[in-house]
């Protein structure tokens, strides 16, 4: 199967800060990968994803990037406001099946 | 907007008693899956169905748990007897086709605390 690293586990930035968090995959064949944002007591949220045969992409105040000979893609989330607070979890799909990471628990400080 | 519903939100159950969870995926998504995810971790998967089809029960308790899609719509997954240790959020997700590269949306899941 696929394992997926994501770092660091907490995170805590100034409200108008940027944050980033990381995650590497092990399986070059992964070829979807999207990022969750989920709240306390409630499912994961998709937010953004990108593909393996695109590098970067952006949605506002995020985006994400990929690099496939690294095996690593990343989260940017810019100008962060208090309701950014969340854990976000990476995934990668490998054959039809998502791999999650640990989790980041985003804290943004007002 | 289209959801994926889960019911119920909360269940407490005494450990060797029965528990089901239900789950009614995007309309016309092909794909559903079941994932439990034990507090402070990311989700991993119990099982996948593409339709009525089992696609992926490798990392289901069979002892204990069982799921079904019988039509292709819905899913129920059930536990019995319950373990303390199965204490954790149980999580469906569905998407519109199978193979992967594809959107994958979730629920707002089950809270299971078993006592």
């Known amino acids: 199967g696929e394992n997926v690293e994501q770092h660091p586990s907490t995170l805590s930035v100034q409200e108008g800060d940027s944050a980033v968090i990381k995650c590497t995959y092990s399986d070059s064949a992964s070829n979807y990968f999207p990022w969750y944002k989920q709240e306390l007591g409630k499912g994961p949220q998709l937010i953004i994803d990108?593909?393996?045969?695109?590098g970067e992409k952006k949605d506002q105040r995020i985006a994400v990037t990929l690099n496939k000979t690294a095996k690593h893609f990343s989260l940017h989330i810019t100008e962060t406001q208090p309701e950014d607070s969340a854990v976000y979890f990476c995934a990668a799909s490998l054959n039809g099946q998502f791999y999650f990471g640990t989790g980041t628990s985003l804290t943004v400080i007002p | 907007e289209a959801e994926v519903a889960q019911s119920p939100r909360y269940k407490i159950t005494e450990k060797s008693q029965a528990v089901a969870f239900w789950c009614d995926p995007i309309?016309?998504?092909?794909?559903l899956y079941w994932y439990r995810q034990i507090l402070g971790q990311g989700p991993e998967l119990l099982v996948q169905f593409q339709d009525e089809s089992v696609v992926d029960d490798s990392q289901l308790p069979k002892d204990r748990f069982s799921a079904e899609r019988l039509k292709g719509v819905d899913s129920t997954l059930k536990i019995q007897p319950a373990e303390l240790g199965d204490s954790a959020m149980y999580l469906c997700a569905s998407s519109l086709l199978w193979g992967g590269n594809t959107e994958a949306f979730f629920g707002q899941g089950t809270r299971l605390t078993v006592v």
């Open positions: 990108i593909r393996s045969n695109v």
């Open positions: 309309s016309g998504h092909a794909t």
